[in-house]
T-cell receptor, first 113, second 113 residues
Framework: DQQVKQNSPSLSVQEGRISILNCDYT??????FLWYKKYPAEGPTFLIS?????DKNEDGRFTVFLNKSAKHLSLHIVPSQPGDSAVYFC????????????FGKGTKLSVKP | KAGVTQTPRYLIKTRGQQVTLSCSPI?????VSWYQQTPGQGLQFLFE???????NKGNFPGRFSGRQFSNSRSEMNVSTLELGDSALYLC????????????FGPGTRLTVT
C-alpha cells in the first residue's frame, strides 16, 4: 500500500507561470517531508524540506506547504523556468529519521518556453 | 566538496550471477542508505548503514546485503541475480544516522539478462 502518493504523473506549465506539484500521504506518524528533483541519468537532488511542526517553508523560488489535517503537501515553483523541467519526488520520513525515506512515484514537470 | 560517487555506473550481468556495487559518501558523512528504483515500484529503501552496522532494513529478500567500512564507504551485494533485479541502484549519504536530508549519487544501472 502506497504511503506517499503523487497522483499526477505529469504536469506542463508555461515559462514564468507557477508550477504546483502535489503529494498526499497516509501515515500520520511521518514527521518530516522532502522534495527531490531528478534529471535523467542523475540521482535525485535534494530541493527543499519541511518539518511537520511547520506549515510553510520557502527557499528562493521554491515553497513547500504542509496541510497536516488533509495529509497533503505541495511544492510551488514561482516563476517556473525551462531548467526546472525534471521529475519531482515527494518523500516522507518517520520519527527520528531512521534513514528510510518513503518516496512517491514522481511527477514529471515540463516547463515550456 | 565532492558529491556521492558510485561505481560502476553501468553493469550487465546474467541471471544467477552475483554483483557488488560500491558507494563513497560525501566527505564527513557517516551514514549511507541504499535504494532501488524501478519503473513499476519507484524508489524503494533497501538498507541504511552507520558506523559499519546495518541500522535499518527495507522489505527485500536476503539476497540483498551490504556492508560499510571504517571510512564510511559502503558496498551492496546481490546474489543469485533474477531478471527482476534490473534497476537503478542509488546510494545516499547523510551526516549522521537517521538524518532527514539525504544526498544521492548518480546510481548504478544494473541490467540482468
Amino acid at each position: 500500500d502506497q504511503q506517499v502518493k503523487q497522483n499526477s504523473p505529469s504536469l506542463s506549465v508555461q515559462e514564468g507561470r507557477i508550477s504546483i506539484l502535489n503529494c498526499d500521504y497516509t501515515n500520520s506518524m511521518f514527521d518530516y517531508f522532502l522534495w527531490y528533483k531528478k534529471y535523467p541519468a542523475e540521482g535525485p537532488t535534494f530541493l527543499i524540506s519541511i518539518s511537520s511542526i511547520k506549515d510553510k517553508n520557502e527557499d528562493g523560488r521554491f515553497t513547500v506547504f504542509l496541510n497536516k489535517s488533509a495529509k497533503h503537501l505541495s511544492l510551488h515553483i514561482v516563476p517556473s523556468q525551462p531548467g526546472d523541467s525534471a521529475v519531482y519526488f515527494c518523500a516522507a520520513s518517520g520519527p527520528g529519521g531512521q534513514g528510510n525515506l518513503i518516496f512517491g512515484k514522481g511527477t514529471k514537470l515540463s516547463v515550456k518556453p | 566538496k565532492a558529491g556521492v560517487t558510485q561505481t560502476p555506473r553501468y553493469l550487465i550481468k546474467t541471471r544467477g550471477q552475483q554483483v557488488t556495487l560500491s558507494c563513497s559518501p560525501i566527505s564527513g558523512h557517516r551514514s549511507v542508505s541504499w535504494y532501488q528504483q524501478t519503473p513499476g515500484q519507484g524508489l524503494q529503501f533497501l538498507f541504511e548503514y552507520f558506523s559499519e552496522t546495518q541500522r535499518n532494513k527495507g522489505n527485500f529478500p536476503g539476497r540483498f546485503s551490504g556492508r560499510q567500512f571504517s571510512n564510511s564507504r559502503s558496498e551492496m551485494n546481490v546474489s543469485t541475480l533474477e531478471l527482476g533485479d534490473s534497476a537503478l541502484y542509488l546510494c545516499a549519504s547523510s551526516l549522521v544516522q537517521g538524518a532527514y536530508e539525504q544526498y544521492f549519487g548518480p546510481g548504478t544501472r544494473l541490467t540482468v539478462t
